[in-house]
């Protein structure tokens, strides 16, 4: 059971737009930054937003980061093909000592 | 450009020893963080351990707490996680990644290298 929770699945159409969730503790996103990671099928995890809603240079603006209390949502807008991947939220918490993922959400576009 | 390439995976019994590596090239190893992180099969991603640039702070998962240690030689811009005690839940690829000011900023990743635990 990971420390984080995020739904495992969710779908979209292209051009539509999609979130997930990923809900924490007062420990570790209601103290702390947000980060979300993008795992594409076979491939190692890429940094998608850091500091809540900051994105790396050669991410695309489609993604976007937020963060209330102890929640975070990641959206991507305009849907396309090559985002069908594994999207992982991740934060530091301050009681563990530790870094912490959410499970993973499996982003299927239809 | 930012390379990290793993080493040292493999077969190993339950209750053996493994020792990963990780070779980087591209920046300034030492002025970095360093972390492993690793995947079971069909499984989520799990941060293992951190090490500061300079060896002088270091963080592990509960799940290896005691078991497991992560060191750097920052002269040979390697990265290194002695595994001890293995288990069969500690069957997984295991990535290193580099540090970037956060402790949760793993900006570059290496492509993993696989441990399997089994008699």
């Known amino acids: 059971q990971s420390v984080l929770t995020q739904p495992p699945s969710a779908s979209g159409t292209p051009g539509q737009r999609v979130t997930i969730s990923c809900s924490g503790s007062s420990s570790n996103i209601g103290s702390n930054y947000v980060y979300w990671y993008q795992q594409l099928p076979g491939t190692a995890p890429k940094l998608l937003i850091y500091r809540n809603n900051q994105r790396p240079s050669g991410v695309p603006d489609r993604f976007s980061g937020s963060k209330s209390g102890t929640s975070a949502s990641l959206a991507i807008s305009g849907l396309r093909s090559e985002d069908e991947a594994d999207y992982y939220c991740?934060?530091?918490?301050?009681?563990?000592?530790?870094?912490?993922f959410g499970g993973g959400t499996k982003l299927t576009v239809l | 450009e930012v390379q990290l390439v793993e080493s040292g995976g493999g077969l190993v019994q339950p209750g053996g020893s493994l020792r990963l590596s990780c070779a980087a090239s591209?920046?300034?190893?030492?002025?970095?963080?360093m972390n492993w992180v690793r995947q079971a099969p069909g499984k989520g991603l799990e941060w293992v351990s951190y090490i500061s640039s300079s060896s002088s702070t270091i963080y592990y998962a509960d799940s290896v707490k005691g078991r497991f240690t992560i060191s750097r030689d920052n002269a040979k811009n390697s990265l290194y996680l002695q595994m001890n005690s293995l288990r069969d839940e500690d069957t997984a690829v295991y990535y290193c990644?580099?540090?970037?000011?956060?402790?949760?900023?793993?900006?570059?990743w290496g492509q993993g290298t696989l441990v399997t635990v089994s008699s």
């Open positions: 591209g920046f300034t190893f030492s002025s970095y963080s």
């Open positions: 991740a934060a530091w918490d301050d009681s563990l000592s530790a870094v912490v």
């Open positions: 990644a580099r540090g970037h000011g956060d402790y949760v900023l793993l900006d570059y």
